[in-house]
């Protein structure tokens, strides 16, 4: 039987363990039952940003935006669409630089 994949849940960043073969199917979380997986990025934030790279065995995706960032609004449209594409190979998230900076 194949290990369980880590996952980091991205409402209330609970750490789950899905068996390898239930991946494609997404999957609640066992914490918050909400789903893992939404077809779109997750928010990650100063706080959470670390749990969800360090504990998740799925590589994490992540787009540094700022809201005055011409570039960043014409990215977001192909971000969203491959985290519907790719998701749960991978996790893609967004992090807004302006409101994260230590």
């Known amino acids: 039987m194949p290990e369980p994949i880590k996952i980091v ?4 960043d609970a ?3 899905l068996p390898a073969d239930k ?8 914490k918050c039952k909400k789903k893992l997986f939404a077809a779109k ?5 100063a706080a959470n940003a ?3 790279f360090e504990q998740s065995d799925i590589p994490v995706v992540v787009d540094c935006w ?3 960032c011409g570039p960043c609004k014409s ?4 971000f969203n669409q491959a985290a519907k594409k790719l ?3 991978f996790r893609f998230a967004k992090l807004d630089t302006e409101k994260e900076q230590r």
């Open 23 to 30: 991946l494609s199917a997404g999957g609640k979380c066992g």
């Open 66 to 68: 700022a809201a005055w």
């Open 41 to 45: 990025p997750a928010t990650l934030t």
């Open 87 to 89: 998701e749960p190979a």
């Open 75 to 78: 990215f977001a449209p192909t």
């Open 50 to 52: 670390q749990r969800h």
């Open 15 to 17: 750490v789950n363990k």
């Open 9 to 12: 849940c991205p409402h209330c």
